[in-house]
């Protein structure tokens, strides 16, 4: 994206390997402004990310929702598994210029396979008081730590 003139339909980022490794780079205002930039009129950005439904202080979900906000006039958050679970499972975060269908099919391409996602609608009240993460401030290990201390406390017994 740093060096491309083109404009795309779709940029899609999938760089998370473990929880243990948040590439902080990826998760910042700066990151979404330049995949912004680079987007068609009617293009969208997805990100897939871990996190957990749960409302902590430390989210990373609801603070990658509020940093998408601060570009995308309109985010949309998908979890793959279930939008009540408290467990870890992936989100797909959509950011666009236009309002976007409420379920997005998270097969893989190719396999003529349907899993569908439903959109979980999050109000702004809900994030607002979650950081922005931008170059000079993300977190993101911290985050990543306090989710796993979160759920595990969660699911102990």
Do not use: C, W
């Amino acid at each position: 994206l740093a060096h491309s003139t083109s404009s795309y339909d779709l940029i899609f980022s999938d760089v998370y390997y473990t929880m243990n490794s948040v590439p902080a780079h990826v998760t910042t205002k700066e990151f979404f402004r330049r995949a912004h930039a680079r987007l068609s009129p009617k293009g969208i950005f997805l990100a897939n990310i871990i996190g957990s439904n749960l409302e902590f202080p430390e989210s990373m979900l609801y603070a990658e929702i509020r940093t998408m906000h601060t570009v995308f006039p309109f985010v949309s958050v998908f979890p793959v598994e279930s939008s009540t679970s408290s467990r870890m499972q992936n989100f797909i975060l959509a950011g666009s210029n236009v309002p976007l269908a409420g379920e997005i099919d998270i097969a893989p391409p190719g396999t003529g396979e349907q899993n569908i996602a439903k959109e979980r609608r999050i109000e702004k009240s809900t994030y607002r008081t979650y950081p922005v993460l931008t170059d000079d401030y993300a977190p993101t290990e911290y985050m990543a730590a306090a989710l796993m201390r979160h759920y595990y406390d969660a699911t102990s017994p």
